[in-house]
């Protein structure tokens, strides 16, 4: 009896143990489902997450193509030319518009519309009784009274007027030195001279003027000026060697030879401009010796010059120039051929010289 109380003691203890087992191991299957669902969002939660992260990792490396793109939204207004700026060319095969036809520029007439007015002219200034001559400017003026244009002839007329202004003012120095030995002496010691003269050519483009001044009185105020301008009758261009020339000290040694040349050569002798034209020799007559005037080598010319045309105040169209050389205030000259010098002419002096 004492062993099977035991055993059923031992019975009850193992279902006790059991009993309390299973209680312990009893699940919550509420709680779990629960558990199991958090799980679940927390899984989603990650890969939502997750899924943001990539979208924001994703903006994050588009964002600096958009940065980058930015800048060159700006720069696009730069790149369009602004109203100052001048756009650049583009050749295009399409023939130009029918060019300026320039023909008429040497076609005109210009000695139709070019009016050039030589004056002679001559007055005297007296000592205040108006007994005594003191000095006596006499000679002409030139002036272009029509042209083309207003430019041309004030451009022609400023240069060719400030010749005579310096011959006039001369003219009145004279005037006073007489007049301050007149009152200190009582006598007209010397009466002063002053003569002026204009000569122009031209060959209906090109107007040439040869301008002389020449003072007569004591020796220390006798001298004698010479000088020389061209123009252009179209546009009042002064012309010079350099203007009409590929070289103009070629061209200046040239025209030098062939005035020499020229001057041995010619027969008579130009009276009015005091020239001379035949070599030195001597002769004898009523037992006094007289000396032909030499005439100067290339070298000794002081100035040389060239117009166009003959010394002849109408212009004719023609190939014809004249050489000056100066030399000891004796004007020399000859009439050649330009087209001999055709050589040393540029384009521009072979338009205006050779017509």
Do not use: H, W
């Amino acid at each position: 009896m004492k062993i099977e109380g035991n055993k059923l003691v031992a019975l009850l203890i193992s279902a006790g143990m059991a009993t309390t087992f299973l209680a312990a191991c009893t699940i919550n299957t509420d709680e779990l489902g629960q558990g199991i669902s958090d799980l679940g969002n927390a899984f989603a939660g990650t890969s939502e997450e997750t899924e943001k992260t990539r979208e924001t990792t994703a903006s994050l490396e588009t964002e600096p193509e958009e940065t980058t793109a930015e800048p060159t939204e700006e720069t696009e207004p730069e790149a369009t030319p602004t109203p100052s700026a001048t756009p650049t060319p583009t050749p295009s095969p399409t023939p130009l518009p029918k060019r300026v036809d320039f023909s008429e520029y040497t076609e005109v007439d210009l000695t139709d519309i070019f009016t050039v007015t030589v004056e002679d002219f001559g007055e005297g200034a007296y000592t205040d009784d108006d007994e005594e001559m003191l000095a006596a400017f006499e000679g002409n003026r030139l002036v272009v009274t029509d042209a083309l244009n207003e430019t041309v002839k004030d451009s022609i007329n400023i240069v060719v007027d400030g010749f005579y202004m310096e011959a006039e003012g001369v003219y009145n120095r004279m005037i006073a030195k007489a007049d301050a030995q007149y009152k200190l002496t009582g006598v007209v010691e010397t009466i002063y001279g002053i003569t002026v003269d204009f000569q122009y050519m031209t060959n209906g483009r090109v107007l040439s003027v040869l301008m002389y001044y020449a003072v007569d009185g004591t020796e220390e105020d006798s001298k004698s000026v010479t000088d020389f301008a061209s123009f252009d009758m179209l546009t009042g261009q002064y012309i010079s060697f350099a203007v009409i020339s590929k070289d103009a000290s070629a061209l200046e040694s040239a025209l030098r030879a062939g005035l020499e040349n020229s001057l041995k050569t010619q027969a008579a002798i130009d009276e009015a401009k005091n020239t001379a034209t035949t070599e030195t020799t001597e002769t004898e007559e009523n037992g006094e010796k007289e000396e032909a005037a030499k005439i100067p080598s290339a070298a000794e010319f002081e100035k040389i010059y060239l117009a166009p045309g003959p010394a002849t105040s109408e212009g004719q169209g023609n190939s014809l120039a004249t050489i000056y050389g100066i030399k000891d205030g004796i004007t020399y000259s000859t009439v050649v051929d330009i087209n001999a010098y055709s050589d040393f002419l540029n384009r521009y002096g072979a338009s205006v010289c050779i017509l």
